[in-house]
């Protein structure tokens, strides 16, 4: 099963709406408590980034048997250099970032540790493109 | 310790949540960064005491399975926010007191923190 959701770049009061839809579904289908979690956490922190940095942007949540793929796709700056990115602390959120309590630098860290595969593809100046996989099972 | 007496020990007030005031809380974890709170693996009976008051703080603990919230230096609360909380089956306390005021009572009371 497929699901596209649509993220608006600086849209603050929706931002985790897409994650809470998420994590309903992942429940009433009985996915265990702690993967959920795992999942909707990576997800919120990735669609804050979205909502944060990009101007728009699409999550596709695609739901398998034993797993869930999940893409986020933005149109906006792009991440320079992604191993910095990912270095905890590292940060170029806003001000106004900062005061939703986020843009410490531990995005992209959480994601990681809340994933059980990622790949982060970006181009500056055209986007941002996260995928990661987490399974149901173990693997 | 039960939320009530969390309450009464912060001179609180209830946002919200009215029915759980009997549940009993073990732990605490004091943040204004929700990715920090976004870390905890191991959340039951948790209270996270924030002076965010925003979409955020809710939505934070809605991920995170986070059922009470203790919001300190007396922060408004939104009616959004209210209705958010509402649909998770949180409980919001609200407090006058700063962070550290309310950090050193309910450690003084016997709370532990997280970790």
Redesign the interface.
């Known amino acids: 099963m497929n699901f596209t959701y649509h993220v608006e770049g600086g849209d603050?009061?929706n931002?985790?709406s897409t994650?809470?839809q998420v994590?309903r579904m992942l429940k009433k289908i009985g996915v265990s408590?702690e993967i959920v979690?795992k999942t909707?956490?990576a997800l919120?922190?990735a669609e804050?980034n979205i909502v944060a940095h990009a101007y728009r942007g699409d999550i596709t949540v695609d739901l398998e048997e034993d797993h869930v793929k999940i893409v986020l796709a933005d149109e906006g700056p792009g991440i320079p250099d992604i191993e910095r990115a990912m270095q905890k602390g590292y940060s170029t959120a806003s001000q106004k970032v900062r005061?939703?309590?986020?843009g410490?630098g531990?995005?992209l860290p959480?994601i990681k540790?809340n994933s059980d595969s990622l790949n982060i593809t970006s181009e500056v100046g055209k986007g941002t493109t996260i995928e990661f996989v987490n399974y149901f099972f173990g693997h | 310790m039960t939320i009530e007496e969390i309450k009464n020990l912060v001179q609180g007030e209830v946002i919200c949540g009215e029915d759980y005031l009997d549940q009993h809380i073990e732990c605490v974890f004091a943040s204004d960064l929700m990715s920090d709170v976004l870390t905890l693996k191991d959340v039951n009976n948790l209270l996270l005491l924030t002076g965010l008051s925003n979409l955020q703080s809710i939505r934070t603990c809605e991920m995170s399975d986070i059922s009470y919230l203790l919001i300190v230096r007396g922060k408004d609360v939104t009616e959004e926010m209210k209705e958010l909380a509402e649909d998770n089956d949180m409980v919001i306390i609200r407090t006058g007191f700063s962070m550290y005021k309310t950090s050193g009572i309910l450690y003084n009371a016997g709370l532990p923190a997280v970790y």
């Open positions: 603050f009061t931002a985790g994650s809470s994590k408590p979690k909707v956490v919120y922190e804050v005061e939703m309590g986020f410490a531990m995005g959480n540790n």
